[in-house]
């Protein structure tokens, strides 16, 4: 079938067409034009491994601070005003939005966290949350991997982290859904902003009562680390502390949502794939890795240029955005032999679904070992867990996540 042309698939980059598979689109933008201005999306497309590479090491150009705060500039005055507070948050620097040296100040702070030793202290904490899971779904013989494990897991897991109280988790997990609805589009919705500032507002006002519920009675958390470190008042004001945990919150669940989900109907739906790891539990790991790349979890990521730069064939101009669209370059053919198949014996797999460089995903060892006691447990204790249906029901409301909405399996 011939391809369409270039200029009848803007519309197409924000269709619902495009969430459900957006590969034979990004397939074409790779080969024809691999830097590719969106009026639709409101930035460049970057589809080729080789372009977005240099977007994450180059950060003087491609750069994290501010590139959220790009979501309401093209509103018209009353509008943006009354988005004032979004923009506020949005141009403070924290972990997630700032470049050297502040994210280096920042990172050095909360790295320790998530480094191979505590994560390594977490795994009988992950391994009691997946089993408790399973004893309370196996009664029924089924279940939707995502309401019941994929979404409440890594939010627990995480909230145990930053010292979010269990009562408070469920929450603290809605603002932080709905606080991520604006991303992956440079021009959403201005109702899709005002959703998101008003999660935005909510988790700001709780997280700056328990800072201040820290201060009083601190604990064995990241959060009361982080109170003692902005304490000496030198090293992080309360401003960013408050900012980099609602960043930690929004972000830090929801790839790990996806990696488990993704995860697991691509095995169920490759019952070969699914055979050949139960037959070989070692090969869970080199799976996980071809999730990532196959499905990965963050579709894209923008970047917002600072200065004039040429890259891929194209002039960028200061001010604009680039999305990096991380599933197009995990299936680029330049790097990935027969990239198109789903094989959890692939070798030499360097994907970059967790980004590279300084701004490499913190949680990145962390949403690994999460999904490795998932597949152990299920592949323990469920062993003859199927799928309900072949076709995926994609999530449409953050283009920035490639996540499934439900899937729902019998065992």
């Given at each position: 079938?011939?391809?369409?042309?270039?200029?009848?698939l803007?519309?197409?980059?924000?269709?619902?067409?495009?969430l459900?598979?957006?590969y034979?689109?990004?397939?074409?933008?790779?080969?024809e034009?691999?830097a590719?201005?969106?009026?639709?999306?409101?930035?460049?497309?970057?589809?080729?491994?080789?372009?977005?590479?240099?977007?994450?090491?180059?950060?003087?150009?491609?750069?994290?601070?501010?590139?959220?705060?790009?979501?309401?500039?093209?509103?018209?005055?009353?509008?943006?005003?009354?988005?004032?507070?979004?923009?506020?948050?949005y141009?403070?620097?924290?972990?997630?939005?700032?470049?050297?040296?502040?994210h280096?100040?920042?990172?050095?702070?909360?790295?320790k966290?998530?480094?191979?030793?505590?994560?390594?202290?977490?795994r009988?904490?992950?391994?009691?949350?997946?089993?408790?899971?399973?004893?309370m779904?196996?009664?029924?013989g089924?279940?939707?991997?995502?309401?019941?494990?994929?979404?409440?897991?890594?939010?627990?897991?995480?909230?145990?982290?930053?010292?979010?109280p269990n009562?408070?988790?469920?929450?603290?997990?809605?603002?932080?859904?709905?606080?991520?609805?604006?991303q992956?589009?440079?021009?959403?919705p201005?109702?899709?902003?005002?959703?998101?500032?008003?999660?935005?507002?909510?988790?700001?006002?709780?997280?700056?009562?328990?800072?201040?519920?820290?201060?009083?009675?601190?604990?064995?958390?990241?959060?009361?680390?982080?109170?003692?470190?902005?304490?000496?008042?030198?090293?992080?004001?309360?401003?960013?502390?408050?900012?980099?945990?609602?960043?930690?919150?929004?972000?830090?669940?929801e790839t790990?949502?996806?990696?488990?989900?993704?995860?697991?109907?691509?095995?169920?739906?490759?019952?070969q794939?699914?055979?050949?790891?139960?037959?070989?539990?070692s090969?869970?790991?080199?799976?996980?890795?071809?999730?990532?790349?196959?499905?990965?979890?963050?579709?894209?990521?923008p970047?917002?240029?600072?200065g004039?730069?040429?890259?891929?064939?194209?002039?960028?101009?200061?001010?604009?955005?680039?999305?990096?669209?991380?599933n197009?370059?995990?299936?680029?053919?330049?790097?990935?032999?027969?990239?198109?198949?789903?094989?959890?014996?692939?070798?030499?797999?360097?994907?970059?679904?967790?980004g590279?460089?300084i701004?490499?995903c913190?949680?990145?060892g962390?949403?690994?070992?999460?999904?490795q006691?998932?597949?152990k447990a299920?592949?323990?204790?469920?062993?003859?867990?199927?799928?309900?249906?072949?076709?995926?029901?994609?999530?449409?409301?953050?283009?920035n996540s490639?996540?499934?909405?439900?899937?729902?399996?019998?065992?």
């Amino acid at each position: 079938m011939p391809s369409a042309p270039l200029t009848a698939l803007d519309e197409k980059l924000v269709s619902d067409e495009f969430l459900d598979d957006p590969y034979p689109i990004l397939r074409q933008l790779r080969r024809e034009e691999p830097a590719y201005w969106s009026e639709s999306i409101g930035g460049w497309i970057l589809t080729r491994y080789d372009d977005i590479v240099p977007t994450f090491k180059d950060v003087a150009h491609f750069s994290n601070y501010g590139r959220f705060a790009k979501a309401v500039e093209y509103l018209p005055p009353e509008g943006r005003k009354k988005l004032a507070p979004f923009e506020n948050h949005y141009r403070q620097k924290n972990l997630l939005q700032s470049d050297p040296p502040d994210h280096t100040r920042l990172r050095t702070l909360v790295v320790k966290a998530f480094n191979a030793t505590s994560i390594d202290a977490m795994r009988p904490m992950i391994e009691k949350i997946v089993n408790d899971v399973i004893d309370m779904v196996e009664p029924r013989g089924q279940m939707d991997v995502i309401r019941d494990l994929a979404f409440p897991l890594p939010f627990s897991i995480l909230g145990s982290i930053m010292g979010v109280p269990n009562t408070d988790q469920d929450s603290v997990k809605f603002w932080a859904d709905e606080l991520l609805a604006f991303q992956g589009v440079n021009r959403p919705p201005q109702a899709v902003l005002e959703r998101s500032q008003a999660a935005l507002l909510a988790m700001r006002s709780y997280l700056t009562d328990l800072v201040n519920e820290k201060r009083r009675r601190p604990a064995e958390d990241l959060i009361s680390q982080l109170v003692a470190v902005e304490a000496e008042g030198t090293k992080l004001t309360e401003q960013e502390l408050v900012s980099t945990c609602v960043q930690m919150l929004g972000a830090g669940h929801e790839t790990t949502t996806s990696l488990i989900g993704n995860g697991l109907y691509l095995i169920l739906s490759h019952p070969q794939q699914w055979q050949k790891l139960r037959q070989i539990p070692s090969l869970l790991n080199s799976a996980i890795e071809e999730i990532l790349r196959y499905e990965s979890p963050v579709a894209r990521q923008p970047r917002l240029i600072r200065g004039d730069v040429e890259l891929g064939g194209k002039k960028m101009l200061d001010g604009q955005v680039a999305f990096q669209m991380l599933n197009a370059a995990n299936r680029d053919p330049d790097h990935f032999l027969d990239p198109d198949t789903f094989d959890i014996e692939r070798q030499n797999n360097k994907h970059i679904a967790f980004g590279m460089g300084i701004h490499f995903c913190l949680g990145a060892g962390l949403a690994r070992a999460e999904a490795q006691e998932v597949f152990k447990a299920i592949m323990e204790r469920l062993p003859n867990i199927c799928l309900v249906s072949e076709k995926p029901v994609w999530d449409r409301h953050k283009p920035n996540s490639r996540m499934l909405h439900s899937l729902h399996v019998t065992f």
